[in-house]
């Protein structure tokens, strides 16, 4: 955030705030792959269950161009 010019200052909070909101923002994705990764009897994370977990989330929409 600090190295967008058009943004001067950001305080404290604002900062915690929105690295918390990527924290859990992550561990729902994180969780949510994890779920598939052990319906398919793997240990392992890998790409397709991040893409399936995406794909099977409405709220994850605006992924699709990054995880198709």
């Not at 967008?4 to 949510?32: C, G, H, S, W």
């Not at 392992?44 to 989330?57: F, G, K, P, Q």
Request: charged share 30%; net charge positive.
């Amino acid at each position: 955030m600090k190295l967008d010019p058009d943004i001067p200052i950001v305080q404290n909070e604002a900062a915690i705030m929105t690295t918390l909101a990527a924290e859990l923002f992550l561990k729902r994705l994180a969780e949510q792959s994890q779920k598939i990764c052990k319906k398919r009897g793997k240990n392992t994370i890998r790409y397709e269950d991040v893409a399936d977990a995406r794909s099977n989330d409405p709220s994850l929409a605006f992924l699709k161009t990054i995880i198709p």
